[in-house]
T-cell receptor, first 115, second 110 residues
Framework: DGGITQSPKYLFRKEGQNVTLSCEQN?????MYWYRQDPGQGLRLIYY???????QKGDIAEGYSVSREKKESFPLTVTSAQKNPTAFYLC??????????????FGDGTRLSIL | SQQGEEDPQALSIQEGENATMNCSYK?????LQWYRQNSGRGLVHLIL?????REKHSGRLRVTLDTSKKSSSLLITASRAADTASYFC??????????FGRGTQLTVWP
C-alpha cells in the first residue's frame, strides 16, 4: 500500500538537543511538506519542497531545518534554537498537477515533547 | 491573513442530523479543499473544489463555493458517530502550498 510513514510516533527532546523527525513516502510524489499543529490549532507550514534538492521556508521555519536528497524522504530537524518545540508534527506529500495545489496525503504524525 | 476561518469552532449534533460547517477567506484562491482529522491522526483529504466550480458532491458530503462572498460550506448529511472529527478547510494557492484554517470540531452523539 502506498502512503507516508512518519517515525517515531513519540519523541522526547532534552534541552539543547537537536532531534530529527523522519518522513518517507512511496507515492512517487514530487512535493513534500512539514506542518506543526498545536492543541486546538490549525496547521502551520514549516518547510516545503517541490522537487529534490530544493526546499522553501514556510511560515514558521525559524529553529527548524530540512533536507531533500531523495524524492521519497524529507527529514525535519528540530534544533536547539527552537525554544518551544512541543507540538504535533505532520508530514504530507502531493503530486504535481494543473489548476493549483493538489490534495495532500498525510502521515500519522510525530508528537514531540520536552523532557 | 491568507488562511481560511471555519465557523463554528465546535458543533455537536445527534446521529442522523445534518452537519454544516463554513469557511470564509479573504484572498484569491486557486481551489479550496476540505480535510478531516481524527484525534491524534493525520489529515485525510475529503474533497477539492476549484475556483470556477460552485458545488461538488462525494457520497454524503456536499461542498459549495461562492467566490463572490469568499466562502465555502461543507455539508455532511445523515451524520454518524464515526463522523466525529475535526474538519479543516485549506486554501489552494498558485505558490504550491495550502493555507489551513483552525478547524471545526464536530461531535456526533449516538
Amino acid at each position: 500500500d502506498g502512503g507516508i510513514t512518519q517515525s517515531p510516533k513519540y519523541l522526547f527532546r532534552k534541552e539543547g538537543q537537536n532531534v530529527t523527525l523522519s518522513c518517507e513516502q512511496n507515492l512517487n510524489h514530487d512535493a513534500m511538506y512539514w506542518y506543526r499543529q498545536d492543541p486546538g490549532q490549525g496547521l502551520r507550514l514549516i518547510y516545503y519542497s517541490q522537487i529534490v534538492n530544493d526546499f522553501q521556508k514556510g511560515d514558521i521555519a525559524e529553529g527548524y531545518s530540512v533536507s531533500r536528497e531523495k524524492k521519497e524522504s524529507f527529514p525535519l530537524t528540530v534544533t536547539s534554537a527552537q525554544k518551544n518545540p512541543t507540538a504535533f508534527y505532520l508530514c504530507a506529500s502531493s503530486a504535481p498537477g494543473t489548476g493549483g495545489i493538489q490534495p495532500q496525503h498525510f502521515g500519522d504524525g510525530t508528537r514531540l515533547s520536552i523532557l | 491573513s491568507q488562511q481560511g476561518e471555519e465557523d463554528p469552532q465546535a458543533l455537536s449534533i445527534q446521529e442522523g442530523e445534518n452537519a454544516t460547517m463554513n469557511c470564509s477567506y479573504k484572498t484569491s484562491i486557486n481551489n479550496l479543499q476540505w480535510y478531516r482529522q481524527n484525534s491524534g491522526r493525520g489529515l485525510v483529504h475529503l474533497i477539492l473544489i476549484r475556483s470556477n466550480e460552485r458545488e461538488k458532491h462525494s457520497g454524503r458530503l456536499r461542498v459549495t463555493l461562492d467566490t463572490s462572498k469568499k466562502s465555502s460550506s461543507l455539508l455532511i448529511t445523515a451524520s454518524r458517530a464515526a463522523d466525529t472529527a475535526s474538519y479543516f478547510c485549506a486554501l489552494g494557492s498558485t505558490l504550491g502550498r495550502l493555507y489551513f484554517g483552525r478547524g471545526t470540531q464536530l461531535t456526533v452523539w449516538p
